[in-house]
């Protein structure tokens, strides 16, 4: 079993709802990223979704977007990313690492160099947004013998076969979009996010989780009472953002944050 795996099980067996907050890796600043990881997971965080910085991110929205082109000021890449979370564990063996990123950087490195390195630093999951998966049997292999989870995503548009094609490629769990556009969006409809879900779990038993557009614990509330786990990514981000001129401000900033949705998540109120 994956980390992945292990945390998703030990989550339904305590009837809790997964934590996944999303930062890209390098932003405001290098060398905020693994203390920041290790923050994140005191204060709640059950999963830790690194965005490797790109220059064409296009499937985030601008709040992402300027963190990508930060990061890239700063020098960030892929070899980086993976070397901060080969130090996060250094202390940290247990907590879940996804990447998200494009094809582009990991294809430039070599899938299987690539995948050998993932593997060695104590990376757990792979979300590649334009890598889809009815072209990514290959690489999926050298992932799956890796213990390497391909996360693909599913929107309100998927149709059953779509479904049915990530549900054959996909381990560890399903990313449900929850709105029709980029990250950062703001309106979500929780019935027609029930109801997909409802639809996504006839086609899979991986653990179901939604982001884009939940920026608060009220709506991460909401989000639990249908998903296995809740993403967030643009509000701390755009957090990040606004109290970039201190690190530890931005530490502070982002755990309290994600204390406030934990408690909210485990109370459901």
């Known amino acids: 079993m994956s980390r992945i795996d292990v ?24 060398d905020i990223t693994v203390p920041l990881m290790h923050a994140m997971v005191d204060a ?46 250094q202390q940290d063996e247990e907590t ?19 995948a050998d390195a993932a593997q060695k630093a104590g990376v757990d ?21 890796r213990d390497i989870d ?8 998927s149709t059953p076969q779509r479904m049915d094609i ?12 929850s709105v029709r556009g980029v990250t950062g969006s703001a309106s979500l409809n929780y019935d027609e996010i029930g109801q997909s879900i409802k639809e996504i779990r006839q086609h899979t038993s991986l653990p179901v989780g939604v982001g884009f557009g939940i920026n608060s614990p009220a709506t ?11 993403i967030i990514g643009s509000a701390i981000v755009s957090m990040m953002e606004g109290y970039a001129g201190d690190k530890q401000i931005v530490i502070d900033a982002v755990s309290n944050f994600l204390r406030g949705v934990r408690e909210a998540l485990d109370t459901g109120k």
């Not at 391909?150 to 548009?157: F, I």
């Not at 989000?223 to 809740?230: F, P």
């Open 220 to 230: 991460a509330v909401k989000i639990g009472e249908h998903a296995d786990a809740v």
């Open 166 to 177: 990530v549900a054959l490629e996909a381990r560890g769990f399903v990313y449900y979009v």
């Open 44 to 89: 709640g965080a059950d999963l830790i979704e690194l965005g490797i910085p790109f220059s064409d991110p296009m499937a985030d929205g601008p709040v992402i977007q300027k963190a990508n082109q930060r990061a890239l000021e700063h020098g960030t890449s892929l070899h980086d990313v993976i070397d901060m979370v080969r130090q996060f564990r």
């Open 150 to 157: 391909p996360v693909y995503l599913l929107a309100p548009t």
């Open 96 to 114: 879940p690492v996804l990447f998200m990123g494009y094809l582009n950087p990991v294809e430039a490195m070599g899938y299987e160099e690539f």
């Open 7 to 30: 945390r998703f099980e030990s989550l339904s067996n305590s009837g809790r709802k997964a934590l996944i907050p999303f930062i890209t890796a390098g932003d405001p600043v290098a």
């Open 125 to 145: 999951g792979l979300l590649i947004v334009d890598l889809p998966p009815e072209e990514a049997s290959e690489f999926n292999e050298l992932l799956y013998q």
